[in-house]
């Protein structure tokens, strides 16, 4: 009976030693585990936001392009008005000339 008790005992304190290093080996282990799985989804998150905006860049741009194209157009012809208008100044103040 003796040794029963005996045996109870030196498992009971083993379980009051074991099962706290245990545990806090496994919070170590689980503590481990976030840290990298936050590691790779914050990884992921900003690769998806890369491609993301990269896509949305890309369509911006083909968005743009026959807008630009128009002001490309708009400004030469602007450019060629203004030409124009100086030219005619200068026939004007020519003009001025003679009738003076």
Known sequence: MLEGLIGVG???SLGLVVL????KQQAAQLQQLLADLRARL???????VER???AVASQARL???PFAAHVAAASQ????AKIALVDANKQIDVLAARIK
Do not use: F, G, I
Request: hydrophobic share 50%; net charge positive.
């Open 20 to 23: 706290p290093y245990r545990r």
């Open 10 to 12: 030196v498992v009971a």
């Open 77 to 80: 012809q602007l450019t060629a």
């Open 52 to 54: 993301q905006m990269l």
């Open 63 to 65: 968005a743009a392009q």
């Open 42 to 48: 914050a990884a992921d998150l900003r690769s998806h």
